[in-house]
Nanobody, 121 residues
Framework: QVQLVESGGGLVQAGDSLRLSCVAS????????MGWFRQAPGKEREFVAAIRSSGGTTYYADSMKGRFTISRDNAKNTVFLQMNSLKPEDTAVYYCAARRGVTWNARVDYWGQGTQVTVSS
């Protein structure tokens, strides 16, 4: 069992930056590919970014490329999402996700509780 706890959300203005963090419990963090999703009000949850268990390869939704960067620190059981040039349409609850294995695919094994990001215009 893996527990994921996100932090770093908040209220910012358009153009600002935020860095989200997700700390995972357990001693097998480096065995999990990690990802970030988001869900805006009235919309379905959507993929944002993911990173392989070793951190060598990253994946992004097209609309996030160039503005968002995912990274991880396996020594600290933490995955990050650096978000730059934020837009009001980035307003959503952001969820951390873990998938057992080296690479990322659509199956998620564990979810965090989410952290709210609100971007004002």
């Amino acid at each position: 069992q893996v527990q994921l706890v996100e932090s770093g959300g908040g209220l910012v203005q358009a153009g600002d930056s935020l860095r989200l963090s997700c700390v995972a419990s357990g001693r097998t963090f480096s065995s999990y590919a990690m990802g970030w999703f988001r869900q805006a009000p009235g919309k379905e949850r959507e993929f944002v970014a993911a990173i392989r268990s070793s951190g060598g390869t990253t994946y992004y939704a097209d609309s996030m490329k160039g503005r968002f960067t995912i990274s991880r620190d396996n020594a600290k059981n933490t995955v990050f999402l650096q978000m730059n040039s934020l837009k009001p349409e980035d307003t959503a609850v952001y969820y951390c996700a873990a998938r057992r294995g080296v690479t990322w695919n659509a199956r998620v094994d564990y979810w965090g509780q989410g952290t709210q990001v609100t971007v004002s215009s």
